[in-house]
């Protein structure tokens, strides 16, 4: 946008001659259209990287989705990799074949790749080859996966974002340029640096790729074989113990040659001069920089030898150097720089906070949820004992009739379900269709029709939990629902979810069941035993804030 803006005001200052006296140094208008065409191809990179974020940020959630299985696929990782031995060893006395097959490689690759998400997760969560010095454990449901997203979105912004490496980039470009038009450089000579440039930029790339994967390898747990294999036991109350044997410190802590400073850490001087950043604006430079050479190459140079098979020879040549520098090493550098400067001793703790907090939020909304529920299941335990609420307030009354009588054309005191949505509008109301299953389960009463009385007493039912303690009212539902006596104070996961199954799933859905089914694991119990007073204040504090 900026270019584009800088382009625009350049083009109507020369269209009024504001820029005449430039034009013996600079042509105005081959730089506008160069500027143009340049702001264009960016764009498609940016374009190209959103791609490139959304199809890693799938891969990561999909591997974050099979964490729960991961016992299931070590077992499968073990197989394989028992079977590939067994193989060599029967090559080596020469009684069969002990190549692994081109399918078995693939499957084994894919295990491995998974397992060593599950260590680099498991770590991250659970730093317990560190002493606690700071607030560093999570819980084991922390979505890594979407934190890695994050991330990844925060390092391709700042690989796309023109900074002084833009810049500097052009401006050698621009010498690069003015040295090839001197006097004495023959076409030749040009050619060879057009092709140059683009060789350096991408052995360069291919430099970072193998420093960042150095760095990867000293920082994540890596699987060759499956006794490397040591999955942590998780549990809901974050003891920094408990894995203490099953966590080994990664190499670069171990590692005396870099020491740390007082400018940098021993994380940090892992990086090219100590100094992650410079990793991210390499990676810049390099992209800008194709870029910029292949645009000039293409506008200036092309056929300037006046040789065409030379001439498509070095456009070939080109484009390939400018392909295996976009779309191979750029995507392998970028997911690799976005792992290395987010894990270990580089983690951002603002995007920590930002993911627990979609959590919080996700599961207070559930609970939202969940709580509907329990009040639906509260009004039925009181139809079921014939339980009566006092009467509307008068004038509330009068506004629920007077729209009724307007639905109730035929004069029969009673309006059909499907009419409940109109007598919402009606009173200024509009509500989701959650909402209108739970007001009509609550005034229908025989399946068919709505009477006013059948209205009246649903308002006043749900005027009435408006103010209603959540804790107490989740409570008492339970101990009604699941008859308890007066010592009673204890329920099961069983139990609380055989209450929330006997729930319409147009009332409450399977996912905003498991989310607060999930958030009851983390609550202290005895054995499978949980205390119903828990429970409740955790609803309560949950939807705090939340409307009612």
């Not at 074989?225 to 003891?239: A, G, H």
Request: glycine fraction near 4%.
């Amino acid at each position: 946008v900026v270019i584009i803006a800088v382009i625009s005001i350049a083009h109507v200052l020369n269209q009024y001659r504001l820029l005449s006296s430039l034009k013996d140094y600079v042509d105005i208008e081959g730089l506008c259209i160069a500027f143009s065409i340049f702001a264009i191809v960016w764009f498609l990179i940016a374009v190209y990287v959103v791609f490139l974020t959304q199809r890693f940020a799938r891969r990561w959630l999909q591997l974050d989705a099979e964490f729960p299985r991961r016992n299931e696929i070590f077992r499968e990782y073990e197989n394989l990799y028992n079977e590939q031995q067994a193989g060599r060893e029967s090559e080596i006395e020469g009684h069969g074949q002990g190549r692994p097959r081109g399918k078995e490689v693939i499957g084994m690759n894919e295990l491995k790749e998974k397992l060593e998400y599950f260590l680099m997760r498991q770590e991250f969560i659970s730093p317990s080859f560190q002493p606690v010095l700071r607030e560093s454990f999570l819980r084991d449901d922390f979505q890594f996966g979407d934190y890695l997203c994050r991330c990844l979105t925060i390092t391709a912004t700042e690989a796309l974002k023109l900074s002084l490496a833009s810049m500097l980039a052009l401006v050698i470009a621009s010498l690069t340029w003015f040295l090839l038009e001197l006097d004495g450089v023959t076409a030749y000579i040009q050619m060879a640096v057009m092709v140059l440039i683009p060789l350096l930029f991408l052995i360069s790339m291919f430099a970072l790729r193998t420093r960042l994967r150095w760095i990867y390898s000293m920082t994540c747990h890596a699987v060759d074989i499956p006794y490397e294999v040591n999955f942590t036991k998780f549990d809901k109350i974050r003891q920094a113990r408990t894995n203490v044997d099953r966590m080994h410190p990664p190499q670069y802590l171990l590692d005396q040659a870099h020491t740390p400073t007082a400018s940098r850490s021993r994380y940090e001087s892992l990086f090219f001069f100590g100094r992650p950043a410079f990793s991210v604006r390499l990676l810049h430079f390099n992209l800008i920089g194709q870029v910029i050479i292949f645009l000039v190459y293409i506008t200036s140079y092309y056929s300037i030898s006046g040789d065409e098979t030379f001439d498509i020879g070095i456009l070939v040549v080109l484009l390939i150097l400018t392909g295996i520098n976009v779309f191979v090493a750029f995507p392998t550098n970028l997911k690799l720089l976005s792992l290395v400067t987010h894990i270990q001793m580089m983690k951002d703790f603002g995007v920590i906070n930002t993911v627990v907090e979609q959590q919080r939020w996700k599961a207070s909304v559930a609970a939202a949820n969940v709580y509907g529920a329990i009040k639906h299941v509260r009004r039925e335990l009181m139809r079921a004992d014939n339980e009566v609420l006092p009467n509307n307030r008068k004038h509330i009354s009068d506004i629920i009739s007077h729209a009724f009588q307007q639905l109730d054309t035929e004069k029969m005191n009673s309006i059909a379900p499907n009419d409940i949505k109109l007598l919402a509008n009606a009173l200024g109301r509009t509500l989701k269709q959650q909402e209108l299953v739970a007001l009509i389960s609550t005034a229908c009463i025989n399946n068919e029709t709505i009477s006013l009385r059948s209205i009246n007493e649903a308002v006043e039912c749900f005027t009435e939990e408006v103010s209603a303690d959540p804790a107490r009212l989740v409570y008492d539902t339970f101990t009604r629902a699941l008859r308890f006596g007066p010592r009673d104070t204890t329920v099961t996961f069983h139990d609380i979810q055989a209450v929330l199954n006997n729930v319409d799933h147009e009332l409450l859905s399977e996912e905003d069941k498991q989310l607060f089914l999930n958030e009851l694991k983390y609550l202290p119990s005895t054995g499978v035993n949980i205390e119903l007073q828990l429970i409740s204040a955790l609803v309560r504090d949950l939807i705090a804030g939340l409307p009612r």
